[in-house]
């Protein structure tokens, strides 16, 4: 099975930015679809973007399209999410998570999961 570790995390100020890096190991990366989840405190878990197995599949939460990209390096065995003009209601623990399907937007298809990383947002 694969372990996930985030890292990128922080402090930002509205309008900043901030770069998610997740790094993959103990299995083959590019056999799992990844996706960015966030879950704010008394909130439930919901994905930011998506990427498939090769990248040629990318999915986004209507209130980051625009602002946010997701991309993979399978030779790296890293997945990113670039975080552009950033919003306090984009406060929360950011998680990386991994899927055996090829693309999935189901939070449920996801067994693999980081231990979350805190961005935090200040107006």
């Known amino acids: 099975q694969v372990q996930l570790v985030e890292s990128g995390g922080g402090l930002a100020q509205t309008g900043g930015s901030l770069r998610l890096s997740c790094a993959a190991s103990?299995?083959?990366?590019?056999?799992?679809?990844m996706g960015w989840f966030r879950q704010a405190p008394g909130t439930e878990r919901e994905l930011v973007a998506a990427?498939?197995?090769?990248?040629?599949?990318?999915y986004y939460f209507d209130s980051v399209k625009g602002r946010f990209t997701i991309s993979r390096d399978n030779a790296k065995n890293t997945v990113h999410l670039q975080m552009n003009k950033l919003k306090p209601e984009d406060t929360a623990v950011y998680y990386c998570?991994?899927?055996?399907?090829?693309?999935?937007?189901?939070?449920?298809?996801?067994?693999?999961w980081g231990q979350g990383t805190q961005v935090t947002v200040s107006s």
């Open positions: 103990g299995s083959i990366f590019s056999t799992y679809a």
């Open positions: 998570a991994a899927s055996v399907l090829y693309y999935s937007t189901t939070i449920y298809s996801y067994n693999y």
């Open positions: 990427i498939s197995r090769n990248g040629d599949i990318t």
